[in-house]
């Protein structure tokens, strides 16, 4: 029998669909709850703010979350459990507070969290060192390095010592410390002492310290390559998936050669494991990056093959995908025959299939096409047909209902009022998550790259409809800010 999912488990699962009001809202109704239930100030009410901090947290809202921790923490501990409570909230506190570059209130948090801990567990326990690895982290971000590998180094011996799996974290984070401080020191010791699985968290934990504008990242993702591929094979997931990376990091950096050397052996590696699939990912992005680095025929041979690879899988959204992507690069190409084919055969693959996104963005992608080339009556039909079908928020349903008003307003090129789409988008997310009655009217604008909001009321609201009304708007601009800088179509 399948374990139901707890309201947090529900919340991140919303999260990772992209509905983060959804996800807020649950939250906010368990706190509700618990406060109901249980009393304001309870060790309960204490856990329901901090579920919610945590799903705030990951819905890029962190001062809403700082705020939430720090009532957490408020709660006086009633007993051995609430007070280990009290320290993981102290820590997600000084986790968010850092994460909102409030460094000086941040360092004060986890400094304090270790002297809870170390009162609390004694030196040897592993539940200490879990507040000294944050606080080296911080230390790095600070540029404090020598203090960072103090307490890095504290951290890594205690938790090897106790044979906890995450030592694997802490690992990767000494090895972001000693990389950071020039040293010639070996970034990964120990390797070959500890599992697999904890390896490959030690790859993942890298990954996540990565600063991708830096291009100081670049040589330790190098040296994380090589340690993978010598400790679990070259064929290895985790191996593949930090090649993965350091092909998007190529891209980041301007990297094009080391971006298609990379992707090309991950391809390779798929073709080997025969992973039919992967290896059309793989295929994906190789062209997209010849096609980026100025190779325009090796980018559309590319496409070529992996539309024979997507015929060979069978699934007609992949094939619409590849066909979608291809007909774009050949647009750009300047070939506007075999174009309009692959992009017409894109729309036709995702009608067999059973995904709304992809019948929308190929609908999007066709009816864009067909804009430009002044044919549109054929461009409103499509694109109203790709839009019916897709989620309003989805990126490219905000493109092509923008360059749907500027075919109904005749244009054969230019993708009408962007903006004005985005806070038309930004209107409806919010006034559908409002009382019916509240709101007289909303205004959205966007103003110097940012929303300029003004509301008028039909009623006063109550208390916690008006901490309702902050908590959207919160929401729909934590959401919609990463719209604006979003690209889009070349219009």
């Known amino acids: 029998m399948t374990t139901p ?179 010639r020191e070996p970034l990964f010791v120990g390797l070959h002492q500890l599992p697999d699985e904890v390896v490959e968290q030690v790859g993942q934990v890298v990954i996540q310290l990565l600063d991708r504008s830096d291009p100081a990242s670049k040589p330790l993702l190098t040296a994380l390559v090589t340690a993978l591929r010598e400790r679990l094979g070259v064929d290895h997931q985790a191996t593949l998936n930090a090649l993965s990376v350091l092909a998007n990091l190529g891209r980041d950096l301007g ?57 060979r899988i069978g699934r007609p959204e992949l094939r619409s995908q590849v066909l979608r992507n291809w007909g774009l690069a050949l647009k750009e190409a300047g070939q506007v025959g075999p174009a309009e084919q692959r992009l017409v055969e894109a729309v036709n693959q995702a009608r067999r299939g059973a995904d709304h996104d992809t019948v929308g963005r190929a609908g999007v992608a066709l009816g864009l096409f067909l804009q430009h080339e002044g044919r549109l009556s054929e461009a409103r039909s499509v694109l109203e047909e790709g839009l019916a079908v897709m989620d309003p928020v989805h990126p490219d349903a905000i493109v092509g209902r923008s360059h749907l008003g500027a075919v109904l307003d005749g244009r054969t090129c230019g993708c009408g009022d962007m903006p004005g789409t985005i806070a038309d988008a930004f209107r409806e997310f919010v006034m559908t998550r409002l009382p019916a009655d509240l709101l007289d009217r909303l205004d959205v604008a966007i103003v110097d790259g940012d929303f300029k909001i003004e509301v008028g009321l039909r009623r006063e609201p109550a208390e916690a409809e008006l901490e309702r009304l902050n908590d959207v708007f919160q929401t729909a601009l934590a959401e919609f800010r990463r719209r604006i800088s979003e690209p889009h179509y070349a219009g």
């Not at 409570?85 to 909102?100: F, I, V």
């Not at 600070?142 to 205690?158: C, H, I, T």
């Not at 391809?267 to 080997?272: P, T």
């Not at 070529?304 to 997507?310: E, N, P, T, V």
Request: with cysteine.
């Open 5 to 183: 999912l707890t309201p947090v488990e529900l919340a991140f699962a919303l999260l990772r669909e992209g509905r983060m009001g959804d996800a807020e809202n649950l939250m906010t109704r368990e706190l509700q709850a618990a406060a109901d239930r249980h009393g304001h100030g309870s060790p309960e009410w204490a856990s329901a703010q901090c579920d919610l901090g945590n799903v705030l947290l990951n819905a890029d809202q962190l001062d809403r979350a700082v705020e939430c921790f720090r009532r957490a923490v408020s709660v006086p501990p009633r007993d051995h459990e609430s007070h280990k409570d009290q320290l993981t909230y102290r820590l997600n506190l000084g986790l968010a507070l850092r994460m909102a570059g409030r460094f000086d209130e941040a360092e004060t948090e986890l400094r304090q969290g270790v002297q809870e801990r170390l009162a609390f567990y004694g030196r040897e326990h592993a539940g200490y060192a879990f507040g000294l690895e944050p606080l080296a982290d911080l230390l790095r971000q600070r540029g404090d390095l020598a203090g960072a590998r103090q307490v890095v180094e504290e951290a890594v011996a205690n938790l090897w010592r106790n044979g906890h799996e995450r030592v694997a974290s802490a690992l990767a984070l000494r090895a972001a410390i000693v990389h950071a401080a020039g040293t």
């Open 255 to 311: 990297d094009q050669a080391g971006r298609i050397e990379a992707i090309g052996r991950v391809l390779a590696s798929y073709d080997r494991q025969g992973r039919q699939e992967e290896a059309l990912m793989a295929a994906l992005g190789l062209a997209m990056g010849q096609d980026e680095a100025g190779d325009t025929e090796a980018g559309l041979r590319t496409y070529a093959a992996a539309d024979a690879r997507a015929e």
